[in-house]
């Protein structure tokens, strides 16, 4: 089995032509998906498209340096799992220049720091089916010879080390060989900058996740909890499943004597970009959503006022700093005296099932924020008032269940299939609904990468 390593090798001095090709694209072939002033400006905005990209050409600059590893291989060894040789075979070209000693164990060879590193390694070769870089000496009469080698598993129980010398002592080699071997040493070189660059995109990854894992706990403090939202709405059930560590999007709640508020608010985007805004209209309704405002203003009104508000803070008036963002929220006043519930929407519906009956309860077509659209005294949601028995179901939700793919066809879920969830599910009690809708979700899921935010809000009017 090991001599068929060398068929191809054996037969000449020369490599092929055909060879020579291979080794030239393996060495040279460094295309990637951005330009140098693309990455620049990528690495600048702190771009995670970045630090992909390094850590695909870091991972195939592993794979073409193992491949060139094994077509310029010196020495072939086969070994157990204790590092024990079975057997070895030599190139006849370099057995000509060197005597190589015969080789018992490679682990008394090794240039690691302990012999449980490489212990280690080849545990891990044999148990993932990976390739490491290992460094070996061996100690002649004359001559001392480093190997630069790659490590392979060759089936449950024992590994191959292609290897070729990379030491200085080594004498020249005319041809086309000596200027591979030139550039295997150059390689080499590049090899160990890969890895120190890999060493700090690793450190500066964990840095930022240790960044957003603390504005998680930050955002979760400053948002509500979903226990003082049922000791409000007794029936009812918050369904909340960030992306990411911290969320684009967000609920709102307050009671004021006789009126209780609740608005579901979906912030442009997902992640730290999603939940600057989210903090930022958290504290845009606190200022707008005040006792006073609510007790003499429609939500269409306080709506107009939030976008306003969020249009000016993000300079929207600015063509040169403009900044596309904004929400889409559902904004609810509902009046226990009189049992009405005040609703208006941007981009968002209100779902409500009334003796038997699902109702859908649409927003306007109008965002907040994201742009401007006309002067204040012009700009207008409406306002739907409904009267509503204590028993009705009422549901608001963020586009991101909606928008999940999924199922045997990877379609999105839709409106039709959360509007056939909320008939057949309505009557039960909402701490059931909640374990349901998420069931549904997950199922929906399966494998699939979540696509955004998650936030189902369902209640009932019951204080």
């Not at 280690?120 to 010879?145: A, E, V």
């Not at 449950?156 to 020249?172: N, T, W, Y």
């Not at 306080?302 to 904004?331: A, Q, R, W």
């Amino acid at each position: 089995m090991l001599e068929r390593h060398w068929q191809t090798y054996k037969k000449s001095n020369k490599i092929s032509v055909k060879k020579n090709q291979i080794i030239y694209e393996l060495i040279h072939s460094r295309k990637s998906f951005f330009s140098k002033e693309e990455k620049i400006k990528l690495i600048k905005t702190g771009s995670t498209l970045a630090n992909a990209e390094l850590a695909f050409e870091n991972k195939l600059f592993e794979e073409k340096y193992y491949s060139l590893l094994k077509l310029l291989a010196d020495i072939i060894l086969l070994i157990d799992n204790k590092g024990n040789v079975i057997k070895s075979t030599v190139c006849e070209e370099y057995q000509q220049e060197y005597t190589i000693p015969t080789i018992e164990s490679i682990s008394n060879h090794v240039n690691e720091d302990s012999s449980c590193v490489f212990a280690s390694k080849i545990n891990q070769t044999l148990k993932n089916h990976r390739s490491y870089i290992i460094n070996f000496t061996l100690h002649g009469d004359d001559t001392t010879n480093t190997f630069e080698a790659v490590m392979t598993p060759y089936n449950e129980q024992r590994c191959l080390i292609h290897a070729v010398d990379i030491s200085k002592s080594q004498p020249k080699i005319q041809g086309t060989e000596n200027t591979l071997r030139q550039e295997l040493r150059e390689l080499s070189k590049e090899k160990g900058l890969l890895e120190l660059s890999n060493q700090k995109l690793i450190s500066r990854n964990r840095d930022l996740i240790d960044s957003i894992s603390y504005a998680k706990k930050i955002q979760r403090a400053i948002f509500p909890e979903p226990k003082a939202f049922q000791k409000i709405f007794i029936d009812s059930f918050i369904l909340f499943t960030p992306k990411d560590m911290v969320s684009g999007d967000m609920y709102w709640f307050e009671r004021y004597e006789d009126t209780t508020v609740l608005a579901v608010v979906d912030c442009t985007g997902h992640g730290v970009p999603g939940a600057f805004i989210a903090v930022l209209a958290y504290s845009l309704l606190n200022k707008i959503l005040s006792e006073k405002n609510v007790q003499f203003k429609q939500p269409s009104e306080l709506l107009s006022e939030l976008h306003f508000e969020l249009t000016n803070i993000l300079n929207h008036d600015k063509s040169l700093t403009e900044v596309k963002d904004g929400m889409d929220i559902s904004l609810c006043l509902i009046n226990q005296g009189h049992n009405i519930l005040y609703f208006s929407g941007a981009f968002h519906n209100l779902y409500r099932v009334t003796e038997g009956s699902l109702q859908i309860v649409k927003g306007d077509k109008l965002t907040v924020g994201g742009g401007n659209y006309g002067k204040k005294e012009m700009f207008r949601f409406t306002t739907k008032a409904i009267h509503y028995d204590s028993q009705d179901a009422f549901y608001l939700t963020s586009d991101g269940y909606l928008d999940q793919f999924g199922g045997e066809k990877d379609k999105k879920f839709l409106s039709k299939r959360f509007r056939n969830m909320i008939e057949e599910n309505y009557q039960k009690p909402m701490v059931d609904q909640v374990k349901i809708f998420e069931n549904q979700y997950n199922n929906w899921k399966g494998d699939n990468e979540q696509v955004d935010d998650i936030l189902v809000v369902g209640f009932k009017c019951k204080f």
